[in-house]
């Protein structure tokens, strides 16, 4: 079982930054891989983000390579998402991912308001 917390949303105006953060507990976090995903008004929820175990793997989707970053301290059992050159398509609820066993874990979310 596998608990996940998000905070760091907020209302940020373009070109601002945020950095996500993702509180994990239960199983050994940092035995199983982690990700971001968000979903914006009236659409359906994507991949942003994910990283591996160790931190050495990452990965972004192109629509925000660049300006975000995914990160991860096991010894503080939380991944990070950091958030730079804001854009108001970035508005969404972002949720923190835990793929384990064959199960996805889910946070609740935090929102991301980017205005123009």
């Known amino acids: 079982q596998v608990q996940l917390v998000e905070s760091g949303g907020g209302l940020v105006q373009a070109g601002d930054s945020l950095r996500l953060s993702c509180a994990a507990s239960g199983r050994s976090f940092s035995s199983y891989d982690m990700g971001w995903f968000r979903q914006a008004p009236g659409k359906e929820r994507e991949f942003v983000a994910g990283i591996s175990w160790s931190g050495g793997r990452t990965y972004v989707v192109d629509s925000v390579k660049g300006r975000f970053t995914i990160s991860r301290d096991n010894a503080k059992n939380t991944v990070y998402l950091q958030m730079n050159s804001l854009k108001p398509e970035d508005t969404a609820v972002y949720y923190c991912?835990?793929?384990?066993?064959?199960?996805?874990?889910w946070g609740k979310g935090t929102l991301v308001t980017v205005s123009s």
């Open positions: 991912w835990a793929p384990l066993y064959g199960l996805n874990y």
